[in-house]
């Protein structure tokens, strides 16, 4: 699917992002399985991840950067219509985890609900928020990638657990004011003949949590790393590439890219694959790991603050995730 012509340009007027107190670090795994620091950073470039509070839930992250992103856009949470959650790690499996967002932030007239499109799901939501304000339907959307992965890990899995980590970023979108830049293109896929080299195969209504099968820990992560590594880099450098070109632009007037933080070598393989030299690549995967539908979030929210770019600046996200999901936005800033 893609599109580029919205009929209102749609701009992201503030960003925001929060990341639980705990530090895990690769150290600390070593007592938990059998890895090292030096297997965890040469694989992956992952050094350290947050680890969300017993108790602290996936809507107490999103509503944390939800109230960061409203402040840094000068916008009240009452006059937002809009609430788009991307996650697979939601609260409770019904309601949405927008809906106690809403309730936390008190966003009253707000549409809430999530997005399911794994480490997608922050730029799914940015489509459709994008479409529905584009399209006159309102005009101010919160749109959040939240997840608790540490919630669905098998922590006696070393295969996973060293991966993942838990945070939520957030972004305002509203429709573009007099000085402010555009969303200039998006391209979004899915290729569900690959549903199962990531996946949480427990839990849901395929395969429910029982005492016969509690011991198996279904309801975590898995995934067949090296195949889900071949179609991260493939298809993100593709998906890249068609917003690239469908925006106008080239390597050369991209200030920055900001890919899902999945994996070290992955971005890498992408940078090079698109000629876009290293420092026009964020990366804060080190700090944090994978945090799916958070992690292109939380990046764009700290490459916003640190100034990798500014009014008027290109820039481009790429994601990857379950699904097979992938998506891809330029954005004039
Ligand atoms: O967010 C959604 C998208 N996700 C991704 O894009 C992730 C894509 N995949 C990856 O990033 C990489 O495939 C991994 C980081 C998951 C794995 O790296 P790899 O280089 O593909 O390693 P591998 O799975 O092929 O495993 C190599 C070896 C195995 O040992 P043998 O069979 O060669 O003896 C594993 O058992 O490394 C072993 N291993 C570990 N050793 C120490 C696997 N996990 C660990 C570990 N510590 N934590």
Known sequence: MSATNSRIPVAIAGTGSYLPKRVMTNKDLESIVDTTDEWITSRTGIKSRHIAAEGENTSDLATEAAKNALENAGIEAADIDLIIVGTITPDTLTPATACYVQHNIGAVKALAFDVSAACSGFLYAMKVAQDMIAAGTYKNALIIGAEKLSAFTNWSDRNTCVLFGDGAGAAILTAS??????????????????????????????????????????????????????????????SAEAVIEEAGLSPENIQQVIPHQANLRIIDAIADRLTIPNDKVFVNLHKYGNTSAAAVAIALDEAHREKKFERGDNIVLVGFGAGLTWAAVAIEW
């Open 177 to 238: 004011k007099e000085g402010q830049g555009r969303i200039l293109a998006t391209e979004l896929g899915t290729n569900g003949s690959q549903t199962s080299i990531l996946n949480i195969p427990g839990g849901g209504s395929a395969c429910p949590t029982t005492i016969a099968n509690a011991d198996q820990k279904l309801a975590s992560l898995a995934m067949q790393g090296r195949e889900v590594f071949k179609h991260a880099v493939n298809v993100m450098k593709r």
